[in-house]
């Protein structure tokens, strides 16, 4: 039984760029989450599939953010123009039910 | 608004001796979850324990419980007979309706040999 895993687990780039993480979750999860924590802070929710549906963002998830979920199984989150205040750990858990499995995290640094 | 409170950023224990973690939460939700989660230094986060809220029984799982006072809204952590592998970052979630999902700054525990 493989866990969740996310793709890349790091991530330098340049402000202004567009960089895009993927996540596969744990096989017949139907939900999957997207959060984002910077150094010394809890997760914060971003947002919310089950199965494709995206059923809820957070208001930190500005319109340069994006994810995506097209056939139920894995999904992509996207950041556009990035900024250094994006300089986070992206994580990606997944649940059948209420309880959450995460994965590794993608750790993103904007110079 | 969701808050998830977790008052101690550092606590520190002695190899073999218990400690609680403490969190309050405030919710307005009559159905929801709660969560304590571990982060191990640059490691992903592992489920401890969790608690319905609609049970009054306290979870326990091995040498974790928690000490669920619902009226209170509190959701303190026990670790009994702690073990150099419990250092970690410890995270409360609470989890509610439409899937609001709010975890608290969390609290670094070190273990002591």
């Known amino acids: 039984d493989t866990g969740v895993s996310q793709d890349p687990r790091h991530k330098i780039t340049k402000r202004g760029q567009n960089v895009t993480f993927r996540c596969d979750p744990i096989s017949e999860h139907n939900r999957l989450y997207w959060y984002r924590q910077t150094l010394g802070q809890g997760p914060e929710f971003l947002t919310y599939f089950q199965n494709e549906a995206q059923l809820e963002k957070s208001r930190l998830l500005s319109d340069r953010f994006s994810a995506e979920r097209p056939k139920g199984s894995f999904s992509t989150l996207e950041i556009q123009r990035t900024e250094q205040g994006d300089s986070a750990m992206y994580l990606c858990a997944s649940s059948h039910g209420e309880t959450q499995y995460f994965g590794p995290g993608t750790r993103l640094l904007v110079l | 608004a969701q808050t998830v409170t977790q008052s101690q950023p550092e606590m520190s224990v002695q190899e073999a001796e218990t400690v609680t973690l403490s969190c309050t939460y405030d919710?307005?939700?009559?159905?929801?979850?709660l969560f304590w989660y571990k982060q191990p230094p640059s490691r992903q986060m592992i489920l401890v324990i969790r608690q319905e809220a609609y049970k009054q029984q306290n979870a326990t799982e091995n040498r974790f419980s928690v000490n669920f006072q619902k009226a209170a809204k509190s959701f303190s952590l026990k670790i009994s007979d702690s073990q150099l592998g419990d250092a970690a970052m410890y995270f409360c979630?609470?989890?509610?309706?439409?899937?609001?999902?709010?975890f608290g700054k969390g609290t670094k525990l070190t273990v002591n040999p």
């Open positions: 919710t307005s939700e009559s159905d929801y979850y």
């Open positions: 979630l609470s989890q509610g309706g439409s899937e609001k999902l709010v």
